[in-house]
């Protein structure tokens, strides 16, 4: 019984062929599953949502950006529910999906039962052009800069005796 198994599996993975398209199959399967989540939660939002920008007023994050120093909630909202639509490339709406921290304190501050939250990260996964749109955001793990920022940072960061250490 066991030899037979053996067998089995070794002509199956001495086959690529039969090995990749059940694995191919299967991420198709996932992938398709996942756009259809984005799907169902973005008309969901975009039906409840009434921009009155409660969500944007609650977070702690715009403090911390330039771009969003004068922003008014309901505006902001308004241009994350056009990249939902995938329709919108408002600057203060991207800057906000690209800040979002997940700190949670829009969710209670919603009065529609929208998850603010996840409104956000659907915008952002759209923003970084995901979905097959348009990326309005850098995807930073694309950056083909990444480790070169990441040595400049350390540069203006550390002592002479840290970056020694550190690019040792
Ligand atoms: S997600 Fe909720 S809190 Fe935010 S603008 Fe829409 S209705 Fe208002």
New binding site residues.
Partial sequence: MLADVTRRDCATISNPRKLALPIRSSMETRTAGLLAYIERNVERTLG?????????EACPMPAYSPKLADAQ??EI?AGVLDILRGSGSAPGAVEWTRICTQSAS?IP????N?N?ML?LRLAHIIALGSTGGTPLLADPKRDPDFFRRIDAFAALQLSDAEIAEWQR
Wanted: glycine share 16%; with cysteine; aromatic share 4%.
């Fill in positions: 409840a949502c009434t921009r009155c920008g409660k969500c944007f909630g309901g909202v829009c501050a919603c009065p529609e929208v603010p409104m």
